[in-house]
C-alpha cells in the first residue's frame, strides 16, 4: 500500500482495503454497472471490495485500473464493500469521507465528530454553511438531528456532486441545499447579503490537498465579516505540522482569540475553531454541559474540547486579553 501524498488529508485510512501489489488474475475485469457507475474488481486482494467510477459500461476496464493503480486517475471514485462506502480521490487506503451502509447519515470519520464541537458554542444555529461537501457525512449529519437548521453546501467538484446519490445526501428542499460553485467566491458574494451563516465549516480538500483559496488571509477575512455576533468558524486542516501552525496563526490573526485547536487521532488532522461566539465567557462556561448533554442526545463524544475550552477561560482571567480581529 503506497503511502499518502503529505499534501493531502490524512483522513482515516481503510484498513479493509488492501490494494493488489501485481495484477491478480480477472484484473481489470468490470464485475457490474450499478447505477450509472461502472464497477470493477481485482484491485484489491479482498474480491469482497470494489471500486466504483463515474464512467460510461464500454470504457475500457483495464485502462482504468491501470490509471487508478498509477495515481493518474483524475475523478472521484468509491470505494465499498458490504458494511462501507468510501469517498477517494487516490487507492492507497485513505479516504476523503465514508459511510456506513446500514446508518448513512452516522458520522464515521473521527474529524467529522470533532467539528460538530461548534454545537458547544451555539447550540441552536439557524443556517449552516458547509464549504467541501464530499460525501456529505456533516451535511446530512446536520440535516438530520439539527431540525430547525438550514444547510448550504458548497462543493466546486461536480463529480463529486454527482456521487451524491450513493452517498444518500437527501435531494435539496426548504432545510438542504447543495451548490456547485467555489466556496471562497461564495463566501466572498455573501458579505452583501442580508442572511448570514451561523455557523461555517470548512472542509475544502481535493486529490492535492487544501484549496489554496481557502488558505489565504482573504478567504479568512470574509468569512470572519460574514459570521454574526454568535457566529462559529470551523475548518479542518491535514498538513504539515508547520503548515498547520501557520494556519492557525492566521486564522488567530483575522479572528482574534481564543482559537482553540483540537487534534485528532493519528492521522494528522486538527480541527480548529474560533469566531465571535467563542469570545462570549457565558458560552465558553455553557460549553461542557453542552457536550455532557450533546453526548446523550446526539451520541457524540467530546473529550478534548470542553477541558481546552476550561483551560482559556482560567488563562483568561488570569492574563489581558489578546487583541481583538483586524477591522
Known amino acids: 500500500m503506497t503511502r499518502k501524498s503529505d499534501r493531502l488529508p490524512q483522513r482515516r485510512r481503510i484498513t479493509r482495503l488492501k490494494v493488489a501489489s501485481s495484477p491478480p488474475d480477472g484484473w481489470g475485469l468490470m464485475s457490474r454497472q450499478d447505477e450509472d457507475l461502472l464497477s ?44 462501507h462506502r468510501a ?23 473521527d474529524y467529522t465528530r470533532k467539528m460538530m464541537g461548534f454545537l458547544l458554542f451555539c447550540p441552536e444555529p439557524g443556517r449552516v454553511l458547509l464549504i467541501g461537501l464530499g460525501g456529505g457525512s456533516l451535511a446530512k449529519f446536520c440535516n438530520r438531528h439539527l431540525p430547525s437548521t438550514h444547510v448550504t453546501a458548497v462543493e466546486i467538484d461536480a463529480n463529486v456532486i454527482a456521487l451524491r446519490s450513493h452517498f444518500k445526501i437527501p435531494p435539496d428542499g426548504a432545510d438542504l441545499r447543495v451548490i456547485h460553485g467555489d466556496g471562497a467566491r461564495y463566501v466572498a ?28 488571509y482573504e478567504f479568512l477575512e470574509h468569512s470572519r465579516r460574514i459570521l454574526g455576533d454568535s457566529g462559529v468558524f470551523v475548518m479542518n486542516l491535514a498538513a504539515h505540522e508547520s503548515a498547520s501552525t501557520t494556519q492557525v496563526e492566521r486564522i488567530r490573526h483575522v479572528f482574534g482569540d481564543p482559537v482553540i485547536p483540537v487534534t485528532v487521532g493519528w492521522g494528522g488532522n486538527m480541527v480548529v475553531f474560533a469566531g465571535p461566539a467563542l469570545r462570549d465567557r457565558q458560552r465558553l462556561a455553557a460549553a461542557p454541559a453542552n457536550a455532557r448533554r450533546l453526548q446523550k ?19 483568561a482571567q488570569q492574563a489581558p486579553a489578546h487583541p481583538d480581529p483586524v477591522q
Open 40 to 83: 470493477l474488481g481485482g484491485l484489491t486482494i479482498d474480491p469482497g471490495t470494489l471500486v466504483r467510477v463515474l464512467e460510461p459500461t464500454a470504457a475500457a476496464s483495464a485502462v482504468l485500473c491501470q490509471r487508478l493503480m498509477s495515481g493518474t486517475y483524475d475523478k472521484p471514485f468509491l470505494v465499498e464493500d458490504d458494511k
Open 87 to 109: 469517498l477517494c480521490f487516490t487507492i492507497d487506503g485513505s479516504v476523503q469521507s465514508e459511510m456506513r451502509i446500514d446508518d448513512p447519515d452516522a458520522l464515521v470519520n
Open 189 to 216: 458574494d455573501l458579505i452583501d447579503a442580508t442572511e448570514f451563516p451561523d455557523v461555517l465549516l470548512v472542509d475544502a480538500y481535493d486529490r492535492n490537498g487544501i484549496s489554496p483559496s481557502i488558505a489565504e
Open 297 to 315: 442526545t446526539l451520541d457524540l463524544d467530546f473529550r478534548i474540547l470542553p477541558d481546552l475550552v476550561r483551560k482559556h477561560l482560567q488563562e
